[in-house]
């Protein structure tokens, strides 16, 4: 979930730049960069860090007049932020920028390494350039040269390339990854999405997968879909959506995508990432919030799938509990942000006694991947609502992955048993697709939910962390007061609180203990509890029915769920009138105790 923006024209350059990548920043960054090729020169600048470290390095350099330039903010997925990882990659007259996962660069690397070619980066990008140039000697054509390098990469990408041997036209590539192609006043323009080029271009062509070619001057008109730019940058900058939280909802089927990318090949589970792994005899997961739930669903998992004991831990309670570690334990801590106060001490106390970790973490080089033996990022990019989701959805995608991948080193699993799991999860991305009829009556259902004097959230198995996550996702940002539970779990205490204003939301998936559930939310219909089934099946007890669809897996059924309960409290906190976004007395990252 990179950033990239592009420039063909006369306009002063590094400003420009800057400018137009300070409009992607909150699609994340750890490292930026530009090229410009002007008069025959190719200047490459990038930093570490935010894009202020790149102004620092620009700040004595002006480039006017005709030329070209490219730039780009980038949130790691392959290789740590560094200088020397951090995009535009260059080859000798070239220069590329990358949003996306190529997925066969290791192979491509192998073979221009073979060829002499020396590499300086750990990314998957570097491989384009080299291997444009490499393609380049064998014909004069630069475009074709230019197609056959993209006809080799597999995976997802939006790509622009630089070189000295066209200097009045920038190369681009779109497949999987947004690219937005615009036109001003003052040349060409190039973007992730359309915020950068407000104010810059008044007619765009958004690409469509597959569309490969080179953009100058004169030749902006032969794209496909041209339209006008709209005017509004914050509006730009969610895409159109209300909150950046609702754009997170949506986007998660696509952020999905990514996490899975080049760890699942037909039957095989594969982690880069897990050299010299060691599988653990047992293992303890450690995290807070929405990250603990996250840990809650995987120790199900894990034990199911790949029959390794799990426990789970709140850090806070863990790292004064005096807890009794074992060096034969994996300790996986589970983070968004990677900078937690309580889970980073719960991974120092544990890595001080002798036990390994396992990082599932969405920011490389933070001070929890910093302190892991081994690190699985989940690739979400920027998540800027406070109420976590994408990174949620991810976490879970990454520890389901993990529990297969253990399951295949121990040969508990079959390669058929774990392409029915690939199925099962590719079909999972889908179900997390928003359904505009289904958010459209979860949007009229929520009027029906603003005064009880509490919510229930129930659910068993998996369901029941789905719960808890359902039930802090409402408290977060709608105020209101809501509780998990194993529905299982309601006669022994809770149950004394039904009455017409207890609203229960009901997990009630047709996989996975329907009719125990079915039993448990008839004991609190009979008290007269308002109830919200979340169900395949219409259940005649409920008050209100969210119908899922009729798929072949709990694990399909969780994740469509999921999506309901983050728009329901989505939906709830608008008609209360609350900054969804950003809800009081909260924090993205809790870097204190
Ligand atoms: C989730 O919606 C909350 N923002 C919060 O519970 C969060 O999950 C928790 O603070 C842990 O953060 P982390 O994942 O960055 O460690």
Known sequence: ???????????????????????????????????????????????????????????????????????????????????????????????????????????????????GIAFRSQTDTEVIVHLFEEILKTTNDILSAFEQTIARLKGAYAILLITKQSPDRIYYAKQGSPLIIGKGKAGIYFASSDAPLIGLAHHVSYLEDGQSGYINCHNFETLPNICPLHTNKLYAQKDGFRY????????????????????????????????????????????????????????????????????????????????????????????????????????????????????????????????????????????????????????????????????????????QDIRQQCTAMLRSVEATKVAPKMHDKIRRLSKHYLHGHGFFFVGRDIFYPLALEGALKLKEISYLHAEGYPSGDMKHGPIALADDGLFTIALMPQHMLFDKTKSNIEELAARDATICAISPIEVEVADDWIMLGNHASYMEEFFETMVILQLLALEISIRLGNDVDMPRNLAKSVTVE
């Open 1 to 115: 979930m990179c950033g990239i923006v592009g420039y063909i024209g006369a306009n002063e350059k590094a400003k420009l730049m800057l400018e137009m990548l300070k409009e992607l920043e909150y699609r994340g960054y750890d490292s930026a960069g530009i090229a410009i090729l002007k008069n025959d020169t190719l200047s490459i600048f990038r930093a570490t860090g935010k894009l202020t470290n790149l102004a620092n390095t620009l700040k004595d350099f002006r480039s006017s007049g005709f030329g070209l330039a490219i730039g780009h903010t980038r949130w790691a997925t392959h290789g740590k932020p560094t200088e020397t990882n951090a995009h535009p990659h260059t080859a000798t007259f070239s220069s590329v920028i990358h949003n996306g996962i190529i997925e066969n660069y290791q192979d491509i690397k192998q073979e221009l390494e073979q060829k």
């Open 244 to 415: 950046f939280m609702e754009k997170e909802i949506y986007e998660q089927h696509k952020v999905l995508l990514e996490t899975m990318m080049g760890r699942i090949d037909g039957d095989t589970i594969l982690f880069d990432e897990l050299k010299d792994f060691v599988l653990p005899q047992s293992i303890l997961l450690c995290a807070c919030g929405t990250s603990y739930h996250a840990a809650l669903v995987a120790s199900y998992l894990l034990e199911r799938i790949a029959k390794i004991k799990c426990n789970v831990a709140i850090a806070s309670e863990w790292r004064y509990r005096e807890p009794i570690m074992d060096t034969n334990e994996l300790f996986i801590a589970i983070s968004q942000s990677g900078e937690t106060a309580d889970t980073l001490e719960a991974l120092k106390i544990a890595k001080r006694h002798g036990m390994r970790s396992l990082a599932v973490c969405n920011v490389d080089n933070s001070s929890i991947v910093r302190e892991a033996t081994w690190t699985i990022l989940t690739r979400a990019g920027i998540e800027k609502g406070v109420a976590s989701t994408k990174a949620f959805a991810t976490q879970v995608m990454v520890l389901w992955m993990f529990a297969l991948y253990c399951a295949q080193h121990q040969r508990k699993l079959l390669p």
